[in-house]
């Protein structure tokens, strides 16, 4: 099973990036998926959820500015940042976990973005 993040980058404040994550090894379809994302010396930080039915969530500072959404025809997550501020600088991870297990069973190894003043 293989998760794997592209998109990331380095952009200036205001600006958006997209982020992707596709899976193989495994059908997205029947998978809860989330982003996380983390800085050095920092803990894991919860970004956004989406379960199997489309239904999502999202870390209460970001929402209205990120967009988590699935492609299950192309077992890709995808997360939409716009309005980027230098504190959204982090290392971005997708994860896949069995709806209605807790914990996540698959992670990807990140896509960097970086976002200048």
């Known amino acids: 099973v293989q998760l794997v993040e592209s998109g990331g980058g380095s952009v200036q404040s205001g600006g958006s990036l997209r982020l992707s994550c596709a899976a193989s090894?495994?059908?997205?379809?029947?998978?809860?998926m989330a982003w996380f994302r983390q800085v050095p010396r920092k803990e894991r930080e919860w970004v956004a959820y989406?379960?199997?039915?489309?239904?999502?969530s999202y870390a209460a500072s970001l929402k209205g500015r990120f967009t988590i959404s699935r492609d299950n025809a192309k077992n890709t997550l995808y997360l939409q940042m716009n309005s980027l501020k230098p504190e959204d600088t982090a290392m971005y991870s997708c994860a896949a976990r069995l709806c209605g297990r807790a914990d996540y069973n698959y992670w990807g190894q990140g896509t960097q973005v970086t976002v200048s003043s």
């Open positions: 989406i379960d199997q039915h489309g239904g999502t």
């Open positions: 090894g495994i059908g997205i379809s029947a998978y809860c």
